[in-house]
């Protein structure tokens, strides 16, 4: 059957399960948006292509399914820009959907035209340009194909407007022929065996859960493997949730505000088990004496993340889930007594330096505003942040239990992502608690989309950790620039006004005490709360790894019996 | 040292951009590289060569799998491979000294292409070190130009490459070269 390209697109977008899209429209989109009026597939108009595009990937993260972003050509286009490379570091399954001038336009520098396709080329695991509508269908296809398959990541396709309005045979394709995506499955048997026997002879094993623990839905298998070896999990960023943090085998998140049992396990181990993760600096610190007496076998899909930071003396090449259980078949039962004795004493030791435990001092610390909300939600909200360090207190406090819960940018580190992604992440699940926990500075970039949460009707809490500063280079300022705060303070707004102009009912919280009575009200209100919560503005958060230091050598919380004095 | 490596890559727009985007994020400095056509219309030819220690060869390679349009990797370094590269040199010549010149060239197996009254062209095959001897030899005559195509290579015989990455073999895995 004959159709135009834009109602290819949609057929497309249908056939790959496609039900809701975030994007704005524009000059070289219309034909897009006007036949996307005849499917039922739902579009949220965001404030800004930024938010878009976080959204899609807040989505993804939260649904496991690819997430869908649009905009126009040129600023449409690269308003995209932040979110792409957001979801590329975080292998993020997006696809997104471009307008393009007309094809004999193109450079021409025609009004809005951008290259698109050269700007996105180094943040995207693929991209096309279209040009003929009979193009559009083998292209959604395989995006959609390359962006979840793999390590997962964005894929755009930049569509021009000629191509969306002429008409075209539609015909899906049944397969796809790409001859030089090939991602690796499995390890060889005899490879299997010597990671077995490397794991059987460990004393001090470590097992490093990363994101691949997420995304190719192996967090059973992990903890099949942690338990049947006795083997501690620690997680970076991104793979919270693959261990339950209540189990006795979780060491919590590793790294530069990991926690020091878990670094010094890492530092002290004989044998390193990597699960896709990538051994990112924020993770290893000084890589010359990062886990120095360890041998270290690292299961991964990509081949280029294999020896890129860490060289390892063990790469399985394959998905982590398939590995996992292919290698579980060789696993013996085993125990480590004294090795987790050791790691006992040293989470002992770190508990002393808690900060949840400190008795109320009149000031408000976003540890505990975190903790409470943990309660408040029964440990089991998808929480969604923006970057810094309310972003680290929430990886600290918000004790997750299961994967898919946690909805943060991890390598790109982009401020502005919690509110839009959380957003997106209620589209995954509706009945879901979703909580934004976002910093003032943060929540300021993207907050244009209080207005979609409002639009949507969304019902998503936003909580604002607002020390009235830019914290986290606050905090690197305090400690490695004398204190010189340059460029980080920040003044207002009266977010519980901001709040209130969008008809979103909003409270302000400046002690412990007001902390509970605050969340309860947000839990009982319907729809949408933001909560602004005046947390003590230069708290710092511990441990710190120093950038480049060696990750043992932390700055730690001083104790509290010391507080009085220091 | 040099790594000399070939990659297969579907022949459509933009994939020498995409290789060469890749080297220039990756930080990989490129010696050479040569791009053409194959017996396929679909496929096209890169031979590349990089300057870089083994490690960093493994990352070029790691790296150019990544790229969806990028079938085959081989690395030819070191293996019973002809490798050429195909130089033309202006060289400065006067009537006396074009027969000087022509001789220096065919003893290289090279050859005069043009003849102008002050100028002439060489042409000349051959590997990397062949060439550059050449060119050292002509450069007392006064180089006015030079243009040197990159090395193109390919394996002896039926004589298979190495390949280090999972994809690339028969079987899909190549764990153990990849070790090393």
């Known amino acids: 059957m004959e159709l ?63 997430g869908v972003a649009m905009a126009t050509s040129g600023p449409g ?18 696809v997104f959907i471009t307008g393009q001038v007309h094809s004999y336009l193109i450079g021409g520098d025609a009004f809005q035209e951008t290259d698109v396709t050269g700007i996105t080329l180094p943040i995207t695991k693929h991209n096309y340009l279209i040009t003929r509508a009979d193009q559009i269908a083998q292209a959604v296809c395989e995006a959609f194909y390359i962006a979840r398959t793999g390590r997962p990541g964005p894929v755009l396709i930049d569509i021009c407007k000629d191509a969306q309005i002429e008409k075209a045979e539609f015909v899906y394709p049944d397969k796809i022929e790409l001859p030089g995506y090939r991602p690796p499955r499995t390890a060889p048997a005899h490879l299997l065996k010597k990671a077995a026997e490397m794991i059987y002879q460990a004393r001090r ?18 903890q099949k ?59 290893t610190g000084n890589l010359k004496t990062y886990a120095p007496h360890a041998k270290k076998i690292h299961i991964e899909i990509d081949p280029s993340e294999v020896h890129k930071n860490v060289v390892v003396d063990l790469p399985l ?72 360090q309310h972003q680290m207190w929430a990886a600290q406090y918000y004790s997750f239990e299961r994967p898919y819960r946690f909805i943060t940018s991890g390598g790109t580190g982009t401020m502005g992502f919690g509110v839009p992604s959380g957003l997106g992440a209620w589209f995954a699940n509706r009945q879901e608690d979703v909580w934004v926990i976002d910093g003032d500075g943060s929540f300021q970039m993207t907050q244009a989309e209080l207005s979609t ?114 | 040292m040099q790594h000399t490596m070939i990659a297969l890559v579907e022949n459509k727009p933009g994939v020498l951009n995409r ?12 010696d050479s590289l040569n791009v053409g056509q194959t017996e396929k219309p679909e496929i096209s030819r890169m031979t590349i060569v990089v300057d870089s220690d083994s490690a960093d060869a493994r990352k070029v390679e790691a790296n150019l799998y990544k790229l969806v349009n990028v079938i085959d990797v081989q690395d030819v370094t070191g293996q019973p491979a002809v490798t050429r590269d195909l130089a033309l040199i202006k060289v400065k010549a006067n009537l006396d000294q074009r027969a000087e010149i022509a001789n220096l060239a065919s003893i290289f197996r090279g050859r005069i292409v043009d003849v102008a009254a002050e100028s002439v062209i060489v042409e000349i095959t051959g590997t990397e070190d062949k060439i550059d001897s050449l060119t050292e030899l ?42 090393n």
């Open chain 1, 317 to 388: 090449l394959g998905d982590l889930k398939t590995v996992l259980n292919d290698l579980l078949t060789y696993i013996e039962e085993n125990q480590h007594p004294e090795w987790m004795a050791q790691i006992e004493e040293w989470r002992s030791e770190s508990d002393s330096r808690n900060i949840l435990y400190w008795p109320d001092d009149g000031k408000l610390y976003t540890a505990h505003i975190i903790r409470s909300i943990w309660e408040i939600t029964g440990g089991d909200a998808l929480v969604a942040t923006g970057v810094g």
């Open chain 2, 138 to 179: 002509l450069r007392p005559f006064g180089i006015i130009e030079m243009v040197r195509t990159g090395q193109v290579a390919m394996m002896r015989g039926s004589l298979a490459p190495v390949r280090h990455l999972p994809g690339a073999g028969s079987n899909g895995h190549h764990h153990e070269e990849f070790v």
């Open chain 1, 77 to 94: 286009a690269t308003n995209l820009v932040t979110g792409i490379a957001t979801a590329m570091m975080d292998s993020s399954p997006v």
């Open chain 1, 205 to 222: 094993p470590v097992i490093l859960a990363g994101h691949g623990v997420l995304i190719s839905h192996a967090s059973e298998e992990v």
């Open chain 1, 453 to 566: 949460i409002v639009q949507e009707g969304a019902n998503v809490k936003i909580a604002i950790m607002n020390n009235h500063f830019l914290g986290m280079v606050r905090q690197w300022q305090e400690f490695f620039y004398d204190s010189r705060y340059a460029g980080t303070p920040l003044t207002g707004p009266n977010f519980v006004k901001i709040a209130e102009a969008h008809g979103i009912p909003g409270r302000r919280v400046t002690t412990r005490a007001e902390i509970k009575p605050a969340l309860e009200f947000a839990k009982q209100t319907p729809g949408p709360v933001l909560l602004d919560f005046f947390v003590e503005k230069e708290e710092a958060v511990y441990p710190m790894v120093p950038a480049g230091a060696d990750l043992h050598n932390m700055i730690r919380r001083p104790v509290w019996q010391s507080q009085g004095t220091a």
């Open chain 1, 4 to 66: 135009t390209g834009a109602e290819i697109l949609w057929e497309s977008l249908l056939r790959e399960g496609v039900e809701v899209v975030f994007g704005i429209p524009g000059g070289a989109s219309i034909p897009i948006f006007d036949a996307m009026l005849k499917y039922p597939i739902h579009h949220v108009l965001t404030r800004h292509e930024q938010g878009a595009a976080h959204m899609a990937d807040g989505y993804a993260r939260a649904s496991g399914k690819v």
């Open chain 1, 225 to 283: 493997l942690a338990r049947k070896t006795q083997t501690p999990v620690a997680m970076t960023l991104l793979g919270l949730g693959s261990m339950p943090a209540s189990d006795p085998l979780s060491l919590g998140m590793m790294g530069m505000h990991g926690e020091a049992y878990c670094n010094l396990a890492v530092q002290n181990s004989d044998l390193i088990i990597a699960l896709g993760m990538r051994f990112d600096d924020r993770v």
């Open chain 2, 19 to 30: 290789v060469a985007s890749l080297f220039r994020r990756r930080n990989f400095n490129i």
